[in-house]
Nanobody, 124 residues
Framework: QVQLVESGGGLVQPGGSLRLSCAASGFTLDYSAIAWFRQAPGKEREGVFC????????YYQDSVKGRFTISRDNAKNTVYLQMNSLKPEDTAVYYC?????????????????WGQGTQVTVSS
């Protein structure tokens, strides 16, 4: 069955970096867009970044522009979210998700497969 497993979260100081991984199984990653969402305590879930099946990347938060990048390695069935210059406001649980289609959407309601999430905490 379709499965997404995130890893790479942790505690990092402001200005630090983390690379999140989303390991996919049960479907052909080559043909699927993968999105990263995050949810901070007391806040609604928000889209962060997405990569289409043709490697087009789309960010959904202006606050991550120039700091985060998304990439995919189809041979490893994995999508990565590289996060640099992290800020306390990036603290959240980060989820990867897919609709099993090649294009991206910024609305989480359209995604029917989700990982369990990985906690990112940015604090000194």
């Amino acid at each position: 069955q379709v499965q997404l497993v995130e890893s790479g979260g942790g505690l990092v100081q402001p200005g630090g970096s983390l690379r999140l991984s989303c390991a996919a199984s049960g479907f052909t990653l080559d043909y699927s867009a993968i999105a990263w969402f995050r949810q901070a305590p007391g806040k609604e879930r928000e889209g962060v970044f997405c990569i289409t099946s043709s490697d087009l990347t789309i960010y959904y938060q202006d606050s991550v522009k120039g700091r985060f990048t998304i990439s995919r390695d189809n041979a490893k069935n994995t999508v990565y979210l590289q996060m640099n210059s992290l800020k306390p406001e990036d603290t959240a649980v980060y989820y990867c998700a897919t609709q099993l289609v090649g294009y991206c959407s910024g609305s989480g309601f359209l995604y029917n497969y989700w990982g369990q999430g990985t906690q990112v905490t940015v604090s000194s």
